[in-house]
């Protein structure tokens, strides 16, 4: 745990200090786009953003290589050089996304390639996790297939979710950290080597959403970009598929200490409902965008201004408590698979998931509650009391004008 925490921290540090020059840069190079109708910013903000963050992501790599207790990882699984390569293609292809707008089929096809890079770099999905079995083996056209459209669709859904100050960062961070702790708890507690790669991946990403998320805050100084949010979208999606496509699923299935504690505990089908899980949100906001704009004649790649967190500002909440309120509902969906995973199905489980959720109902309409306390306050005060308010304005007013007056008669005497 030392040396992941390690790496989060060596990672979120190298992010925070590069994210400064990075947005000197972006605004020497003019990576500084118009405000367009559907954005929320009202001035033009640097973006590039994803520089200082694979920036990040190279340190963690390269301090992990020379850690003892790591470098093991680099020898032993493809997982970090696949990941490394799409990462890169896909960084490179937001970087001048973010300087020159690219088509989006020009973005969809560079998604593509760098899925398949990874693929062919042995990171695939090699089963499914079903329940009642011990998981579906897939053929290698399968498997490659079904990764391809996992990480293109997972990059799409984190940019979808990117408009707001610290939204994406923030997400993809808190799924990071769920990731982490469930990849964590199947290396140490149980002993699964091949989940070592995900442990440290997820504590990378973490990191970098960290030190970025300073400067992204509202009011964020600096975007991430397209180089940055399929950046972050790519590196969950690996985190995924590492899990299903190196962890043996009879390995899920063992006795601990002589109980059902691993079959009970770690259920086979936790590996594909986490992943899920970690990304309902923006994967929800992209279901929905493509099924309106679709609805509306549109094409699926147009933006417009109907994301959940357009629609949260619209019921009257500040940019930083729609923020907040993702965050709640991405940390609720994260934690409760990871702690389902743990604890398994127990009545107070259910319970407490169901408060929550009311709660966090109960805040996401808050301000519709409070429009409508003030229009029943208006409707039952009193009309004398209304009317003492009035005069009571008017002869504040009245008071005003007579200084006002009196102050410029003073000025033209003197």
């Known amino acids: ?23 000197k840069f972006a605004i020497a190079v003019g990576a500084m786009p118009e405000i367009r109708a559907r ?16 920036g990040g992501l190279l340190a963690g790599y390269l301090v992990a290589s020379h850690l003892p207790h790591l470098e093991e990882i680099f020898t032993e699984s493809s997982t970090p050089r696949a990941l490394l390569s799409g990462a ?17 089929l020009v973005k969809l096809g560079g998604q593509l390639l760098a899925a398949g890079v990874m693929a062919f770099q042995g990171l695939a999905i090699l089963w499914l996790p079903v ?27 984190v940019n979808f979710v990117d408009g707001l100050d610290g939204l994406a960062a923030g997400t993809v961070g808190i799924a990071a950290t769920a990731f982490f702790l469930y990849a ?16 440290l991946i997820s504590a990378i990403l973490a990191g970098m959403c960290l030190g970025f998320l300073i400067h992204n805050s509202h009011p964020a100084r600096i975007f991430m970009g397209d180089s940055g ?10 985190c995924a598929i590492s899990v299903t496509g190196e962890v043996d699923p009879s390995l899920l299935k063992q006795t601990v200490d002589g109980t059902s504690g691993s079959a009970a505990m770690v259920p086979v089908y936790i590996p594909l409902l986490l992943p899920l899980s970690v990304i309902a949100l923006p994967v929800a906001d992209l279901v929905l965008a493509v099924v309106r704009r679709t609805w509306n004649g549109r094409s699926p790649f147009s933006a417009d201004k109907g994301h959940l967190h357009h629609r949260l500002l619209q019921l009257g909440h500040s940019h930083r408590r729609a923020v907040l309120l993702m965050y709640f509902w991405s940390a609720l969906f994260s934690f409760g698979i990871v702690a389902y995973s743990a604890r398994g199905a127990k009545s107070w489980m259910l319970f407490a998931v169901a408060f929550v959720c009311g709660l966090g109902l109960l805040l996401l309409l808050q301000p519709r509650y409070e429009a409508g306390l003030a229009r029943l306050l208006a409707r039952v005060r009193p009309r004398r009391s209304a009317g003492r308010v009035i005069a009571v ?11 006002r007056r009196a102050s410029a008669g003073a000025g033209r005497r003197s």
């Open 184 to 199: 964590y708890r199947l290396w140490y507690g149980y002993g699964i080597e091949a989940a070592a790669a995900t442990t």
């Open 229 to 238: 949010s399929m950046l972050l979208g790519l590196l969950i999606a690996g």
């Open 393 to 403: 304005g008017g002869r504040r007013a009245e008071e005003e004008a007579d200084v």
């Open 131 to 157: 329940p009642g079995t011990d998981g579906i083996y897939l053929a290698d056209w399968q498997g490659t297939l079904l990764t391809v459209g996992l990480i293109v669709f997972t990059i799409n859904a």
């Open 1 to 23: 745990m030392r040396d992941y925490l390690l790496m989060l921290f060596i990672t979120a540090a190298v992010t925070h200090l590069l994210t400064g020059p990075v947005r």
């Open 39 to 54: 954005d929320v910013h009202r001035e033009p903000t640097p973006r590039l953003g994803g520089i200082a963050m694979f």
């Open 88 to 104: 890169a293609l896909i960084w490179l292809l937001g970087v001048l996304d973010d300087k020159w707008e690219l088509d989006s």
